[in-house]
């Protein structure tokens, strides 16, 4: 008799146990469907974007640079699915040559500076919106015009759609890093900086918007130590720097991964002036005293 009543109270504790895991489930779902359908009141900028040839192929330079060429959005910018789960789950990198064609440039500053939608939601912080909202006005046109310039992928990209296990996963993601929306960590209110007046200044610009996506806003790495602080800079010299930003190559020679990868297909489009300019920003002692 006690082995029956054993067994049926460890049946019920199960029971208890997977019934209570099923309504955090649920309402994780709920919270985090609550959080993705927030709107933004944010007001988008008209700025100039150029069209002709020179512009456009710099544009295309700077937008490798920053990762929307040759990053998430394909080879080119023509898009795809990035992350397919069990659970329905989709993300989806969106067609930048088709979405450039079809929003204003309101629409489109607001999306990449705010992290904003058109619809008024926010994009996830998986793009980079923190890094892209310190993009000049001027840097961020010729990357425009570049976008402009792309004809829409063949393929007719589905929407992203986030289940279940994404919601879950989502919830700790803000538990741990505060929000999983760009537009709750972008401070709406900075104005777009002006042209660098000196070699300083345009090396912290280009930390800024391009270094900050991995190494955290403030340069010093991320907190679980995935990628370092960038204060590893001052022990490298211009030619030693040079070599790790266009081959991936560190100074002691092993294998850098990630950084390896973006080195070679992204910064290895940095032009001798950035890279010097960038190299004398971070390997200055002065900032990183405190």
């Known amino acids: 008799m006690w082995i029956k009543r054993t067994f049926k109270w460890i049946g019920l504790t199960l029971l208890g146990i997977v019934g209570l895991a099923a309504i955090a489930v649920i309402l994780v779902y709920i919270l985090m469907g609550r959080d993705l359908a927030r709107s933004y009141d944010i007001t988008g900028e008209d700025i100039a974007v150029p069209s002709d040839a020179a512009s456009i192929e710099e544009g295309q330079r700077l937008a490798q640079l920053r990762g929307c060429s040759g990053g998430c ?17 989709r993300v989806v990198a969106p067609d930048l040559g088709e979405l450039a064609a079809r929003y204003s440039t309101k629409d489109l500053e607001r999306a990449i500076r705010h992290g904003v939608k058109p619809d008024g939601t926010s994009v996830l912080r998986i793009m980079p919106s923190e890094m892209l909202s310190t993009l000049s006005d001027r840097d961020l046109g010729l990357i425009l015009a570049y976008l402009r310039s792309q004809p829409a992928g063949e393929q007719t990209l589905p929407e992203s759609r986030y289940g279940p296990v994404a919601r879950v996963m989502g919830f700790f993601f803000k538990r741990k890093f505060g929000s999983l929306l760009a537009a709750e960590v972008i401070d709406h209110q900075h104005s777009p ?5 000196d070699e300083e200044a345009y090396g912290r ?68 002036d950035e890279i010097a300019a960038l190299h004398g920003y971070l390997s200055s002692p002065d900032n990183w005293s405190d």
């Open 73 to 89: 959005h394909g080879r080119t910018t023509t898009g795809g699915v990035m992350i397919e789960l069990f659970d329905g789950t």
């Open 193 to 197: 900086p002006p042209e660098p007046s």
């Open 205 to 272: 610009y280009l930390a800024n918007t391009v270094c900050t996506e991995c190494h955290g806003s403030d340069l010093r790495g991320s907190p679980d130590g995935s990628t370092p602080s960038l204060a590893v800079v001052l022990a490298y010299s211009r030619e030693d720097f040079e070599t790790l930003m266009r081959a991936g190559e560190p100074l002691g020679g092993q294998e850098l991964g990630l950084m390896a990868g973006v080195a070679r297909s992204r910064f290895v489009r940095f032009t001798d």
